[in-house]
């Protein structure tokens, strides 16, 4: 059973593990760093949140005496000698570090901490093991843990490696605080970018967002048209109405028309009751129209005629009916070529595309793939409860390179397979998708072979990149980059690279 601790007296004499626990000099918050291992008042000058530390080891005299050290130090002190009793303390009382022994009563100290950091990522665990289990501390630390003290354990050495989890701790926080709102800052209604091409479509969206001009989005399949769609809708003043969307490529071409219009009673076979259809489900709302090159000719003339008077009959009545929606279509085909073709119909065409959105193919915006790789990481961490915290270095080049003929989509599921089946609390190379991990493949790409890339190699090339795009123009490269032009003559001089050079000679 746990025992909730509140205060505690230091117990004195025998020895700190199997028997009683040493002497302990009484301690103060103010008292410096000595052999009683006080900490120059650190933990009295943090938040209340941050002094919760919570002891699990089921050897009670252990426990005491370890608790009462740490809170004449200033902690904030609960105990537990079961692991199913620390994890209920974990969710109820969110410590900010945990004290853990390897060997519980009810299960391994190394899978407690792996359940808990599932869902509390920012609680530091310092492992306590006994002489000659050091390879297993090791072990716990690969599986996430801070540091781990060695028993019996010295009250001085205890501290200092408390202070540097917390350290490490609000180290942690403050970059999730940076990345939240870095992630606010290039984030508009669930699409992520920084690269001026998206930025000038949240722009975009956010002037034509309340109104209720038709829209037409096109881009390649994968690029997140959908998400467009979502954001106009949602930045609309029909936000609260429905938002009804049918693929026309998913339905057969007799049968599309129906779904669209409804049908009464008796109109066809199969027909034996009314049927609203989706155009007066989308009634107060928005209609998204994917694929909408995909749709019959003669439908898009009827379709025509029911944004132009708002009124349409369903299939088999002769019961004219109004409607008021807002048209969201989109595309993954050539418009020009759809026109030439008669896939689309040139007057409805220039009915739909009061507001024409182009999302451009991830390979366009190379910048944005390491926000969108941080974006898909919490996403999925979190979702399958995984340790992965980040990305090695060598998988990050990989991605970078990847040309992503699925673009987002393909993206994001690399993304969710690599944190399913990493073995590390990094995605590894070999995590990837086998044709991004391929050495032929990234040559086919243009990289170079970089299994140990450095950040400063990463920022090397995605410079060259960009000043290649640019034709060497450095206002354009730098405003594509989101630096001033001063900073970005000096990472050119920083890295030794002309803009007269080609690429070839840059990377020689």
């Known amino acids: 059973m746990t025992t909730a601790v509140t205060h505690h007296h230091v117990a004195d004499g025998g020895v700190a593990v ?25 933990p009295s000058r943090l938040p209340a949140d941050a002094r919760r530390l919570l002891v699990v080891d089921d050897h009670a005299p252990m426990v005491k005496w370890l608790a009462g050290v740490l809170e004449r130090v200033g902690y904030d002190v609960r105990t537990a000698t079961r692991g199913d009793a620390a994890e209920a303390l974990c969710q109820s009382w969110r410590p900010a570090m945990v004290i ?24 530091e665990f310092v492992v306590l093991t006994g002489h000659g289990s050091v390879p297993k501390a090791v072990e716990a630390m690969r599986a996430g ?20 989890a917390l350290e490490h701790r609000a180290l942690s926080l403050e970059n999730r605080a940076l990345r939240r709102e870095l992630d606010r800052q290039f984030t ?45 809708h949602g930045s609309s003043r029909r936000a609260r109405g429905p938002f009804v969307k049918i693929n026309c490529a998913s339905f057969p071409k007799d049968l599309i028309e129906s779904e669209l219009f409804g049908y009464q009673k008796g109109a066809f076979t199969g027909a034996t009751t009314n049927r609203e259809g989706l155009l007066k ?10 694929e909408i090159a995909e749709m019959p000719a003669n439908l898009q003339a009827k379709l025509l005629r029911v944004l132009q008077t ?13 409607v008021d929606f807002r ?6 085909v050539d418009i020009e070529a759809a026109l030439r073709d008669g896939r689309l119909r040139e007057d409805l065409y220039f009915r ?31 979702r399958h409860r995984s340790n992965v915290t980040g990305i090695a270095p060598s998988a990050y080049e990989a991605l970078l390179q990847h040309q992503w003929p699925g673009n987002v989509r393909e993206l994001e599921h690399a993304i969710e397979r690599a944190v399913l089946v990493a073995a590390t609390e990094e995605i590894r190379l070999e995590d990837l998708p086998e044709l991004m991990g391929s050495a032929n493949h990234r040559d086919q790409a243009g990289a170079a072979e970089l299994p140990n890339v450095t950040l400063e190699e990463l920022e090397r090339m995605a410079l060259i990149q960009v000043l290649e795009r640019t034709k060497g123009n450095k206002t354009e490269a730098a405003e594509q980059l989101g630096l001033y032009r001063q900073t970005l003559y000096a990472k050119i001089r920083k890295y030794g690279l002309e803009v007269r050079k080609t690429v070839e000679q840059v990377r020689s």
Not at 198 to 212: A, C, F, K, N
């Open 18 to 42: 199997k028997g009683r626990p040493p002497a302990v000099e009484p301690v103060s918050s103010d008292a410096p760093v000595g052999k009683t291992g006080a900490t120059d008042g650190f």
């Open 100 to 123: 853990v022994d390897l060997v519980l009563p009810d299960r391994n100290g190394i899978d407690l901490m792996r359940e808990v950091r599932t869902r509390q990522p920012e609680t």
């Open 145 to 164: 843990a801070h540091n781990f003290v060695e028993k019996p354990v010295e009250p001085a050495h205890m501290l200092a490696v408390l202070r540097g």
């Open 188 to 232: 508009f209604e669930g699409i992520h970018g920084k690269a001026p091409c998206m930025r000038e479509i949240l722009s975009l969206i956010q002037r034509v967002g309340p109104t209720d001009a038709s829209v037409l989005i096109v881009g390649e399949s994968g690029v997140g048209k959908e998400l467009v769609a979502n954001a106009v």
């Open 281 to 290: 489900a989308a009634s107060g709302g928005s209609l998204l129209l994917d």
């Open 310 to 322: 708002c009124e349409y009959r369903p299939v088999g009545s002769n019961q004219t009916q109004h």
């Open 327 to 332: 048209l969201i279509s989109a595309t993954n």
């Open 352 to 382: 739909i595309n009061t507001i024409t959105v182009r999302v451009p193919p991830l390979r366009e915006r190379a910048e944005d793939i390491p926000l969108l790789c941080q974006h898909f990481l919490e996403r999925y961490r979190t």
